[in-house]
T-cell receptor
């Protein structure tokens, strides 16, 4: 069984640029959630995709957007990058939306905005 | 609104000592789920345990044990006979049954250092 994978591992961008991060969910999982983890803090929920539809969103501006594909992999897009977007971006997959469905995390993408 | 508080920012113990990581949560839902995750220096969050709000039984898994007390809204995590490999950041998280998204709300984490 393949776990959650994310690419790239590290990324350096400059302010104002756009970035796309990718996530492949664990085999059998149809729900993907994205989190932003700033240095020294806990992860913050960005949004969640269930069966290719956005299912919920945290307190992040519209320049954070996403997609989920028919194979349940997902992308996180961030436009007009700001310095504060520098963080570890974590993707998590789960089987469904029940509270008993545990989210399993990938290794993350570390984004640095200069 | 849901909230998770981990008051201990950093804890340092010597190998073989027992250590307890505290977690206090706030929620208006009567049905909710509590989690503990471990984050080693590599960055990946590793799932440790999930607890349902209607199940207050304590759980033990090897050297790990969890104490869930609804009366004090706490879900504490104890490592017995700690080892150097236990060094990591530990996060407590909460998910509410209400709402469409099963988002996790995390605490700020506790950095555990186990010294040899």
């Amino acid at each position: 069984e393949t776990g959650v994978t994310q690419s790239p591992t590290h990324l350096i961008k400059t302010r104002g640029q756009q970035v796309t991060l990718r996530c492949s969910s664990q085999s059998g999982h149809n729900t993907v959630s994205w989190y932003q983890q700033a240095l020294g803090q806990g992860p913050q929920f960005i949004f969640q995709y269930y069966r290719e539809e956005e299912n919920g969103r945290g307190n992040f501006p519209p320049r954070f957007s996403g997609l989920q594909f028919p194979n349940y992999s997902s992308e996180l897009n961030v436009n007009a990058l700001e310095l504060d977007d520098s963080a570890l971006y974590l993707c998590a997959s789960s089987f469904g939306l029940a509270g008993t469905d545990t989210q399993y995390f990938g290794p993350g993408t570390r984004l640095t905005v200069l | 609104a849901q909230k998770v508080t981990q008051a201990q920012t950093e804890i340092s113990v010597v190998e073989k000592e027992d250590v307890t990581l505290d977690c206090v949560y706030e929620t208006r839902d009567t049905t909710y789920y509590l989690f503990w995750y471990k984050q080693p220096p590599s960055g990946e969050l590793v799932f440790l345990i999930r607890r349902n709000s209607f199940d207050e039984q304590n759980e033990i898994s090897g050297r790990y044990s969890w104490n869930f007390q609804k009366s004090t809204s706490s879900f504490n995590f104890t490592i017995t006979a700690s080892q150097v490999v236990d060094s990591a950041v530990y996060f407590c998280a909460l998910s509410e049954a209400g709402g469409s998204a099963r988002q996790l709300t995390f605490g700020s984490g506790t950095q555990l250092t186990v010294l040899p």
